[in-house]
Nanobody
Framework: QVQLVESGGGLVQAGGSLRLSCAASGRTFSNYAVGWFRQAPGKEREFVATISWSGGTAYYADSVKGRFTISRDNAKNTLYLQMNSLKPEDTAMYYC?????????????????WGQGTQVTVSS
């Protein structure tokens, strides 16, 4: 059984930083691309960032490019999202997910397993 557990969310002022973590178990984490998605109240879940199995390729949503950095530690089966220069519009529930692909993928339908999410709230 695959388990993904996110942590690191919280309340932060605009301009601040947070680092999200996602601990994976039950699947060979290092074989697959992984990603972060988010869902704000009343909105559809949207892609944030993805990283390939090796960590060599990453893609970002335009809204977070230059502010967020995705990384992974395959030895620790852990995915990270460093979020800097946070804005109120970044407020959302953040989810990590494991895909069925080695290559980084942005489409939500390519992700097979999801965590329960961690809340990020950015105050103005």
């Amino acid at each position: 059984q695959v388990q993904l557990v996110e942590s690191g969310g919280g309340l932060v002022q605009a301009g601040g930083s947070l680092r999200l973590s996602c601990a994976a178990s039950g699947r060979t984490f290092s074989n697959y691309a992984v990603g972060w998605f988010r869902q704000a109240p009343g909105k559809e879940r949207e892609f944030v960032a993805t990283i390939s199995w090796s960590g060599g390729t990453a893609y970002y949503a335009d809204s977070v490019k230059g502010r967020f950095t995705i990384s992974r530690d395959n030895a620790k089966n852990t995915l990270y999202l460093q979020m800097n220069s946070l804005k109120p519009e970044d407020t959302a529930m953040y989810y990590c997910a494991i895909s069925n692909s080695q290559a980084a993928v942005t489409a939500e339908g390519r992700y097979a397993y999801w965590g329960q999410g961690t809340q990020v709230t950015v105050s103005s």
